[in-house]
C-alpha cells in the first residue's frame, strides 16, 4: 500500500461525502486506502458513508477525541508508506495524489509535503505554507505589521507572503487539512500531540518532524480546495478556546525554555488579550 487517506468526521456527513469522492476519482498508479474516523457523530453520516462507500474502512469512535487523537487511531491502523492527513471539508483534484507521491519518491529527504490550498473563492489558504509563530513572527502577524509590509521577510516570518505560492520550496509547517508524512517519520518522531485537541498539532508535528532532521516541503503543483468555515461565521466558545489553548500549549512546549520571563510573560499575556477580544467579538458581532 502506497498512501493511506485519513479522514476525520464529525457531524460533516455531505462535505465528507464529498472528500471522499473526490479520492476516490483520482487518477493514479499508486495503491491508496481511505480510513474515515468518525468522532462519535451525532448526524446521518456514520450510517450515510457506511452505505455508500462499502470499499472504506470505517472506524467509529464512542467520543469525540479531537482532531490529534482521533486521527492518531486512523494512522494506527494504515497500512500505506505515507500517510495524508485530509479534512472531511476539502476536495482533491485527481492528479493529487499521484502528483504528490511522485514528488515524494523523489525526494527522500523530505519526511512531509504539502501542496496548495484554495478557498472557494481561489484565494490561497494562507495556512498552507507557514514558518513557525516565534514570540516575533506572531507580534507582526497579530498587530497588523505583516499586512503593512507584506514584502518584507522579516515582518512575514508567519503567513510567508513574501514568496510566490505557485513556486516549490522548503516551509516550516503545513496545514493538517492536507499533510503527507513518510510512516518512517512517524515511526521517528511519534504521532500528533493529543494534548492538543483540534488547533496546534500540525505545526507541533511539523516543528517536530524539522528538530528530527526532515525537510518540509510545499509543492504547489497541484491543489484542493478547502470549504473552510463553510458552516457558520459564528464560533462555538470551545472553538475560540481550543484555538488559544494551542497557541499557549505550542510555545509553552518549544519555545518557553528560549526565552526569558518577561518575553514569555508576554506571549502569555498576548495570547489571554487576544483570546478575551476573541470571545466578546464572537458575542457581540462575527469573527471571520
Same mark, same amino acid.
Given at each position: ?90 476536495? /482533491? ?23 496548495? /490550498? ?62 503527507? /508524512? ?96 476573541? /470571545? ?9
Amino acid at each position: 500500500m502506497d498512501i493511506s487517506v485519513i479522514i476525520l468526521n464529525y457531524n460533516t456527513c455531505e462535505l465528507t461525502v464529498q472528500a471522499i469522492e473526490s479520492v476516490l476519482a483520482s487518477e493514479t498508479d499508486y495503491r491508496y486506502e481511505v480510513l474515515v474516523v468518525d468522532n462519535a457523530s451525532t448526524d446521518s453520516s456514520p450510517d450515510v458513508i457506511r452505505s455508500r462507500f462499502p470499499q472504506i474502512r470505517f472506524i467509529a469512535n464512542e467520543h469525540n477525541l479531537g482532531f490529534a487523537k482521533g486521527n492518531n487511531i486512523g494512522i494506527r491502523e494504515a497500512r500505506g508508506r505515507y500517510i495524508l492527513l485530509l479534512n472531511s471539508d476539502t476536495v /482533491v483534484e485527481r492528479n493529487t495524489l499521484e502528483t504528490m507521491v511522485r514528488f515524494m519518491d523523489s525526494r527522500p529527504e523530505v519526511g512531509a509535503a504539502g501542496c496548495k /490550498v484554495v478557498l472557494p473563492d481561489g484565494s490561497l489558504d494562507k495556512a498552507c505554507r507557514r514558518g513557525f509563530p516565534t514570540p516575533s513572527a506572531s507580534f507582526y502577524y497579530a498587530f497588523g505589521i505583516s499586512r503593512l509590509f507584506p514584502a518584507n521577510p522579516r515582518f512575514n516570518q508567519y503567513q510567508l507572503g513574501y514568496l510566490n505560492p505557485d513556486e516549490d520550496y522548503p516551509v516550516d509547517c503545513l496545514v493538517g487539512a492536507f499533510m503527507m /508524512v513518510r510512516k518512517e517519520v512517524i515511526r521517528q518522531v511519534g504521532m500528533l500531540d493529543e494534548e492538543f485537541f483540534m488547533y496546534g498539532e500540525d505545526i507541533d508535528w511539523c516543528y517536530r518532524i524539522k528538530q528530527a532532521g526532515w525537510s518540509i516541503h510545499y509543492y504547489p503543483y497541484t491543489r484542493i480546495t478547502h470549504y473552510k468555515g463553510a458552516s457558520s461565521r459564528r464560533k462555538p466558545f470551545k472553538i475560540i478556546y481550543e484555538f488559544h489553548r494551542a497557541m499557549y500549549l505550542f510555545h509553552r512546549k518549544h519555545f518557553r525554555q528560549k526565552y526569558s520571563w518577561l518575553v514569555n510573560g508576554l506571549v502569555y499575556s498576548g495570547i489571554f488579550i487576544k483570546f478575551a477580544l476573541s /470571545v466578546l467579538m464572537n458575542r457581540f458581532g462575527s469573527v471571520r
